[in-house]
């Protein structure tokens, strides 16, 4: 915890994502828990949408513009943008300005909102300074690094940092625990075969650790690994970070996708 006087704290946009409040609202609780545990005030606009990732991986500039103008309009009013994802964090932070890049009336502005955006782990460490967490989780785990969260917003030491002070958590670290997981967003529907075959040799690094849960920071890759695990029959349990660092571990896991 880090105290700070109600009336001096930053006010936190916090983009929760689509996946998030479709598929996991718990991880965005979670993220609001810890974020108001660093000493900041937290905000969720109602209006928020989707980022436009999607849109901009598939060549769609037009869409995944006004995308980016709705969410710069909506979220550049407070101190700091939090996000519990790597990807959606990334397309925030470096592919909006590449969006907007010889905009007259907009690049300027989009650098400026870039520029408060953080990771959710990354920006309790980095910004907030915090060093450990409140929370007990009872077993071992292993961590995997989403692409985007390690090789665009340099997220890794972060999350490793804060779980080391979970009472009774043990990390295991898996070989290869930078190697991607087949998600890719759009990558693996339009290349499902490929996708299977990188997944599937993911899940045999998890499970060699033999530990009891699967934690990340991106719920994409998360859905992924634990659709994969549930279909070998894994007693893996599969968790955003998020989860465990606020001690909110009492909904089911992540299900994952597939059949």
């Known amino acids: 915890m880090i105290p700070e006087n109600q009336s001096t704290r930053p006010r936190v946009g916090l ?20 974020i108001e545990d660093a000493g900041c005030e937290v905000h969720v606009p109602m209006a928020q949408t989707c980022c436009g990732q999607p849109a901009y991986n598939s060549g769609d500039r037009k869409d995944a513009r006004d995308l980016a103008i709705q969410v710069i309009e909506l ?31 907009w690049e300027e502005r989009c650098r400026r909102f870039s520029d408060k955006v953080f990771e959710l782990v990354s920006f309790l460490t980095d910004i907030r300074g915090m060093t450990c967490v409140e929370a007990r989780l009872s ?22 940092k804060l779980l080391a002070s979970v009472e009774g958590l043990e990390l295991k670290e898996m070989a290869g625990s930078d190697v991607c997981c087949g998600f890719g967003g759009t990558f693996c529907v339009k290349y499902s075969d490929i996708s299977g075959t990188i997944v599937g040799k993911k899940t045999a690094t998890i499970e060699a650790t033999g530990a009891d849960m699967l934690l990340a920071g991106d719920m994409g890759c998360l859905m992924n690994m634990a659709g994969k695990l549930k279909r070998e029959g894994s007693k893996v349990e599969v968790r955003h970070v998020a989860e465990v660092l606020a001690g909110m571990t009492d909904t089911a896991p992540i299900a994952g996708t597939g059949k």
């Not at 983009?15 to 991880?27: H, I």
């Not at 690094?145 to 972060?158: F, T």
């Open 15 to 34: 983009f929760a994502t689509c996946l998030v409040d479709l598929f996991r609202p718990s991880v965005g609780f979670s993220a609001a828990k810890l």
């Open 75 to 105: 979220f550049e009013g407070y101190d700091y943008v939090v996000v519990p994802s790597g990807s959606c964090g990334a397309m925030l932070k470096h592919h909006y300005p590449e969006i907007f890049k010889g905009d007259v009336k």
């Open 139 to 160: 077993g071992s785990v292993t961590y995997h690094d989403s692409c985007s969260g390690l090789r665009e917003l340099g997220v890794q030491k972060q999350p490793r």
